[in-house]
């Protein structure tokens, strides 16, 4: 919440990033001169809900897909930067013993699939199955978060469980990926989370964001000099042992601030991809209209 | 209308309108009651005598007629008519004493002289050793007595008393009895009785008024020697002797009658 | 003084007293002079519609806090017609009131012979009473981690979690409908010749019954309160599954048509309760 | 024919009949005559924790599924030493604690003054009927999704979500407490010159006080299981959010450690709630 | 030991344990009642009437001492001792005819056999017209009469009656009075019947016990006529007869001074 001197700031569980150094080291509270807050979710729309009702302004790392339904439906929020790229941290983990592969994907029809829905993993999903020609309406998907749908798919409720973070590899000691995310790249789907913030605090606090964007930059500068020295702070951050943090931090990507505001992200690539995104959403009849232009809803002056 | 009865019952009539029915539980009632008189009300179930004395204490306004009391029509209740009910009308979240002292302390009479009420009070109904018991530790007997001194704290002109005492036992009854006859005596309380036991209304009625239902009226008005005789000589013996004996016998067979007509056998 | 008879509407309203309180002088404090104030009800209803109308037709509410009136209506006519993630309306309702009445049912068989065990035996009370008492103040909705480790997210899981909540509150209920018989009853019927089975059967058993449907009604409404957070954690269909899933997408209207659904089935199941616990005993609270 | 008296054990463990029981020859169906069952209550404890302990030792269980003692046990020390998640356990337990009872106030400070205008007054009847009837068969639970978006994900919203819980339960004690207060008492109080201001406050408030403290009984059971829910929601602290974050990363152990701790303090709410009413209503049932 | 008695009662005693006392509820009590005989018992509250019922309706076993039923001891109830409770010992969930029919249902008797005697019942108790009706609809009298028929469909040999009258009204009161003399005149069954009301005591028994509390024990034994009386002659003529009165006189004053006794003036 927001009381006078306090940011919130949303992010994820076992989702280990490079600026979470700057979070445990407060280096984020001394650069904005305000307390920061940062508090867990379970997925990306329910910190759209908490950005809307004006108890978070900031979601580190917030899923597109989110983003885009919450614009879409009003929410008033803007896309201010790229928090991490993950081909390989958001996958679709089908079980060993079902016998289905990317050959014979049609099978899944029929079957049940746990996955968050309404995210980034959904919208991956659905561009997969289309991709392997899997009729999307017919296979059974089941409204999970991703620590429940390990569970599910390593009990066997599920034949596939889409998920992202640290329940991956917890999906794996019963599965392999449908896609790898290197074969999804491959066919244009890609993957990544942004940083989002209220349009109320983006007009009323803009050297807050400002300041918040400078940190992240730093941090990530700083992890990408020397990787190991902070992922012990990134592991109890993220409430991961150190392995397990590790792999995750190899699949990452942390785009420089220069990145970001070339032609492939908020130069004009993310405006794109973000009706891309709409158009799948409302295709697939999870969303009712998307908007003809997403690009007032992106603003890259705090990079 | 000059008048000199301390209860004027004038012409009253009660219809109580049913979704699809009239109930006439009282039609056409006259009764006057003197300053200081006895009267207890016999009657079988339903003949209306609940809602006689709700109309005298105010609870109830008829369907047509009124009543006055000292003079004054009643609009409502008021502190100068007492109630006694049955049973379960004392405040049991309070202790003997706060009970008795719950009509000055609502009146905002004077502490001390509460307390003076209130002890004298206990001392009536013999429950000095009671005052500061939670009321619903006491016996039946006990609680009608907490209930009678909780009506006389407010020194009311007119005492009502729906079947105060119906609910106790044989012997605790009859001490009631003597109780309220003590009561009657040394205060001077214009006291109306209803009671179900034909035995209890000729002891304790100066006058007694048998009704009858459908329509609710007064059958018939005795005038009894009894609760006089009661004050001189001991209250068995009144009610052994051939007098009471008689006029029990004359009350009973003409409720029996009564009841009979109305119902046939299945009561 | 013969009174004028106010009109039967106003009666009806609550605007004039009727038959029974006009005689009454001093109202105040006596429950029986309240009357429905049906007047007042609909100046509720009345108001709260004209506000949502208006705040729809000026938007003044942003329509993700609080749905226009005709998007609703608009929402729910195309629910109805195509259903919610391909599943039509009333399947959402059905599965959901399905699993409610699963989980009564067993709650119902498992707990009803337990709390007569409890009830009537020393051995059958010592046995379960350890966990009866341990388990019933922990509420269901804290077992669900347990209950998706051990049972999954399928159809079993969610009737057993709503088995859960219903079990205890029937074992209760059966035990004190047992406790509650009148020794005079039970003396009586073994002076008639009754044996302990008979007793069972034709005493003890019926005299249960008011307490048992009172602990019916009571897990009904548990039980409903329960299949939402049920549906919540994993569900495809189901009306708490439809809330969840569309509140993940901003769909305020779809998540408002749900609570207005749940409100209305659950109030639905109340009134059947009463009707039924009228229809099968008659007798109750009349021992 | 002189018995020998059984040992005091014996009774204790209900073994024996005690000096109640043993006089009576038809014991069954005689709820008087049912015991303790004390020797079969430490009996199922005994099996159960040594199945805890053969399992443990054996590794007959997975440990995702059900923990070991030892490994139960040393998580407990952890967390007693550590907290979870950085914050003592004595800190998640306080804040649950803390949001349960301020639901449950604000709900009875709201509720009550409520029930009372609805069980006083036609209008008030009228007015709120409406309301109260269509929100008391909904769920809390079902609000969730709009309470995120109106009030957000603060204390304030929980505790909201805790008031809506608890609000519509102490309306209706306290309506039926006014309700049920006996004509006969208002008279008695009329009679002897009571105002109706005096009314309210010495006879209608007291006589109402017994449903009303069932009422927060009740509030407190509903919301102490509504409060694990409310936690599920972007909640860093509170035993709810404990389980539901050990869940997601399959802490079985902890998982359990929580359910057992919201049991043992739900009983003790329980209990403290009992005392409070036999101190504060000695007179109830009574009247 | 031959004896003639219906029922035996042999020096029992009966000592109830509390967790810090004990309490004498019956002490070396004997009595024996004959075949054919209606006996009342009389006596203040907690002298032990209820639990001497128990004990031989086979409900308690006594501390000492055995009771014998036709000779047989008693060791637990059994259906040729029928009981009739003050009140609520009806099965509300049955119909009347159900209620009257219940005992021989479940000794399995003759379906068509049970019929006939469950019309005979009603009629004797005036209820054909009541068969089918639930019996919470029913009057409290009424109740109490289906109590009697169903008590008296199993044909026991011995009738025992707690406080049978106790929760009706006077006039009701005095009906069943009725309907239990002829029921005994009728049937010669064994009636032991406890009851509070001195008046009904005399009327009803042949012999009367009062008993007194602290042990409990039978402080006295009068043998009565009125019972036999009333058979020829109307029970109001028999209650006002100068007899009757002096005895109810005489017992009344020996109940007073025991409860004065036991319990000073605070009943
Ligand atoms: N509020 C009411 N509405 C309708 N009818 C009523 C109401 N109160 C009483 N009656 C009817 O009015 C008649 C007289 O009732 P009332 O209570 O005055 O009788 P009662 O003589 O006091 O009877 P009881 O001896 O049983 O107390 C009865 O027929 C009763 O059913
Ligand atoms: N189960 C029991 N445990 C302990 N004491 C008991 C029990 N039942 C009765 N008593 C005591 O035994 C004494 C006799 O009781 P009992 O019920 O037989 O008296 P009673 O004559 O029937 O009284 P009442 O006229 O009130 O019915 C009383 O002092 C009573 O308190
Ligand atoms: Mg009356
Ligand atoms: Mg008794």
Not at chain 1, 113 to 138: C, F, M, Q, W
Not at chain 2, 127 to 144: E, R, T
Not at chain 2, 212 to 223: H, L, M, Q, S, T
Request: glycine fraction near 10%.
């Amino acid at each position: 919440a927001e009381h006078g001197d306090t940011v919130t700031v949303a992010y994820f569980l076992e989702w280990p990033t490079a600026n979470q150094v700057a979070q445990i080291d407060k280096t984020y509270d001394e650069a904005m001169g305000v307390d920061v807050e940062w508090r867990a979710f379970g997925n990306g729309n329910e910190m759209t809900q908490a950005m809307v009702s004006g108890d978070v302004q900031i979601a580190y790392s917030q899923g597109f897909v989110p983003f885009v339904v919450g614009v879409s439906n009003g929410a008033p929020l803007k896309l201010v930067g790229i928090a991490v790229t993950y081909a390989e941290n958001d996958l679709c983990i089908i079980r060993e013993d079902a016998g289905i592969t990317q050959d014979n994907a049609s099978e899944l029809e029929g079957m049940k699939v746990a996955t968050p829905i309404g995210n980034v993993t959904h919208y991956k999903l659905l561009r997969t199955l289309e991709h392997l020609g899997v009729d999307a309406s017919k296979v059974d998907l089941v409204q999970m978060n991703p620590a429940d749908a390990a569970i599910a798919l390593i009990r066997g409720d599920v034949v596939m469980g889409c998920a992202f973070g640290g329940a991956i590899d917890r999906m794996k000691e019963v599965g392999f990926p449908l896609m790898t995310g290197a074969e999804q790249e491959a066919v244009g789907i890609n993957t990544f989370d942004i940083i989002t913030v209220t349009e109320d605090f983006a007009s009323q606090h803009p050297e807050l964001v400002q300041a918040f964007m400078d940190v992240t930059e730093e941090a990530n500068a700083a992890y990408k000099a020397d990787p190991d020295a902070a992922l012990a702070t990134i592991a109890g951050a993220a409430g991961m042992d150190e392995d397990g943090a590790r792999s995750m931090l190899a699949n990452f990507g942390f785009p420089s601030a220069a990145d970001q505001k070339g032609a492939n992200w908020l130069g004009g690539g993310v405006q794109a991809m973000t009706k891309g995104v709409a158009d799948v959403m409302v295709e697939a009849g999870n969303m009712e209209t998307g908007l003809d232009d997403y690009s007032e809803f992106v603003d890259d002056s705090f990079l | 209308m000059a008048e000199t009865a301390e209860i004027a019952i004038d012409r009253i009539s009660m219809v109580y309108t049913l979704p699809d029915s009239e109930v006439d539980a009282l039609n056409d009632v006259s009764l006057d009651i003197g300053k200081g008189e006895i009267m207890s009300v016999l009657g079988p179930s339903g003949c209306g005598k609940t809602t006689l004395l709700n109309i005298i204490a105010g609870f109830l306004s008829p369907t047509r007629g009124e009543v006055r009391v000292a003079g004054k029509p009643v609009k409502g209740p008021g502190a100068e008519r007492g109630m006694v009910f049955q049973q379960g009308a004392l405040f049991e979240w309070l202790s003997v004493t706060q009970n008795i002292s719950f009509g000055p302390r609502m009146c905002g009479k004077d502490r001390a002289e509460t307390a003076d009420t209130v002890q004298r009070l206990l001392g009536i109904v013999g429950l000095v050793d009671f005052a500061d018991k939670p009321v619903y530790q006491l016996s039946g007997g006990m609680q009608q007595r907490v209930a009678l001194a909780r009506c006389l704290a407010n020194d009311p002109d007119v005492i009502l008393m729906d079947e105060p005492l119906g609910a106790l036992d044989a012997l605790t009854r009859e001490k009631m009895q003597g109780l309220v006859l003590r009561l009657w005596k040394d205060t001077g309380k214009t006291i109306l009785l209803i009671t179900h036991s034909v035995e209890e209304a000729l002891f304790l009625g100066e006058r007694l008024i048998v009704m009858a239902p459908r329509p609710g009226r007064i059958e018939k008005e005795f005038r009894l020697p009894f609760a006089d005789e009661a004050l001189e000589k001991p209250a068995r013996d009144v009610k052994a002797g051939s007098e009471f004996v008689a006029a029990r016998e004359e009350i009973l067979s003409m409720i029996w009658d009564m009841e009979e007509e109305i119902m046939g056998d299945n009561g | 003084m013969s009174r004028q008879k106010p009109s039967g509407l106003a009666i009806w309203l609550g605007l004039s007293d009727n038959s029974f309180t006009r005689q009454k002088t001093v109202k105040f404090g006596d429950a029986a002079a309240v009357n429905s104030g049906r007047f007042y009800s609909l100046l509720t209803l009345a108001v709260l519609i004209v506000a949502w109308v208006v705040a729809s037709a000026f938007e003044l509410i942003e329509p993700f806090y609080w749905p226009s009136i005709s998007g609703t209506w608009e929402r729910l006519v195309k629910i109805l017609g195509e259903g919610f993630r391909n599943t039509a309306l009333h399947d959402h309702v059905g599965i959901s009131v399905y699993r409610v009445l699963s989980g009564v049912f067993y709650g119902a068989l498992v707990g009803i012979p337990l709390g007569f065990a409890m009830g009537l035996s020393s051995i059958g009370r010592g046995l379960f009473d350890p966990v009866v008492e341990f388990m019933r103040p922990i509420p269901p909705l804290a077992l669900i981690p347990l209950i998706i480790l051990w049972f999954g997210i399928d159809e079993f899981a969610k009737i057993f979690l709503l088995f859960l909540a219903s079990l205890f509150i029937m074992t209760i209920a059966a035990r004190s409908g047992v406790s509650s018989v009148r020794i005079t009853k039970v003396h009586a019927a073994y002076s008639l010749g009754a044996s302990k089975l008979q007793i069972l059967r034709h005493v003890i058993l019926p005299n249960a019954l008011p307490e048992i449907f009172t602990g019916l009604r009571t897990s009904m409404g548990v039980c409903w309160g329960t299949v939402v957070a049920a549906e919540l954690v994993a569900a495809d269909k189901g009306l708490g599954s439809m809330i969840m899933i569309a509140k993940n997408f901003l769909q305020t209207d779809t998540v408002v048509i749900g609570i207005i659904l749940i409100g209305i089935i659950g109030y639905i199941i109340e009134l059947i309760m009463r009707r039924l616990e009228q229809w099968l005993i008659p007798w109750r609270g009349k021992g």
